[in-house]
């Protein structure tokens, strides 16, 4: 298996504009999770679906941030209007199980200038 | 809630040994995992404990005490190369909670 294949690996834009993370999970992975990591805050989780429904969404920081899950090959994280403050990496992983061994994506390194 | 408790930092000698504990807090515990990330790389799973014990895989083996709730991960024959940030995290009936990180440092 290819692993967890996140898109695009670098993302430089500027503020006010929108970016959107592809995902896509491990064949058979029924969980797929969103996480944001920076050195102030440290790996946060935004989001996870189970079978492609979200399940929790409580990390997700604002209302400018949403996530779907259109099919069980492909998640898309999206930031619309972009801040500074969103620079960060985003890794996207999935699993078997919900408590299980989490598989992570290269991760997209994105800066809002 | 739930919560880990891992040092932040620990430097250690190349062939030496080094351990990094981890302690934690959850309900429903299913396990205990560690995770390697080198800068600019992506958390990459490395052991896991289920039950309590020693599980080991080549130069690392990650120990675990549910008694305890403690856990702790050793690396042996120190390399530069296992300079990076390891992560404990537990899993439960929710999503994996990943400690901040121990970040470890080896000198020549």
């Known amino acids: 298996d290819a692993g967890v294949i996140q898109s695009p690996r670098h993302e430089v834009t500027e503020m006010g504009q929108e970016v959107t993370l592809r995902c896509k999970p491990i064949?058979?992975?029924?969980?797929l999770f969103w996480y944001r990591q920076t050195m102030m805050r440290g790996l946060e989780l935004l989001i996870y679906?189970?079978?492609?429904?979200?399940?929790?969404d409580s990390g997700m920081p604002e209302d400018r941030f949403s996530a779907k899950m259109p099919n069980a090959s492909f998640s898309t994280l999206k930031i619309q209007p972009s801040e500074p403050r969103d620079s960060a990496v985003y890794f996207c992983?999935?699993?078997?199980?919900?408590?299980?061994?989490?598989?992570f994506g290269p991760g997209t390194r994105l800066l809002v200038l | 809630g739930q919560s880990l408790e891992q040092p932040s930092e620990v430097t250690a000698v190349e062939g030496a040994i080094v351990q990094i504990n981890c302690t934690y807090q959850?309900?429903?515990?299913?396990?205990l995992s560690w995770y390697q990330q080198h800068d600019g790389g992506a958390p990459t799973f490395l052991s896991y404990?289920?039950?309590?014990g020693l599980e080991e895989t080549g130069r690392f083996s990650s120990f675990l005490s549910r008694s305890d709730s403690y856990g702790y991960l050793l690396l042996q024959e120190l390399q530069m190369k296992d300079s990076a940030s390891y992560f404990c995290?537990?899993?439960?009936?929710?999503?994996?909670?990943f400690g901040k990180g121990t970040r470890l440092s080896v000198i020549a």
């Open positions: 995290a537990v899993g439960s009936n929710t999503p994996l909670v």
């Open positions: 959850t309900s429903g515990f299913y396990g």
């Open positions: 064949s058979g992975h029924d969980y």
């Open positions: 404990n289920g039950l309590d």
């Open positions: 679906f189970n079978n492609n429904v979200p399940i929790d």
């Open positions: 992983a999935s699993s078997l199980g919900q408590g299980q061994t989490q598989y």
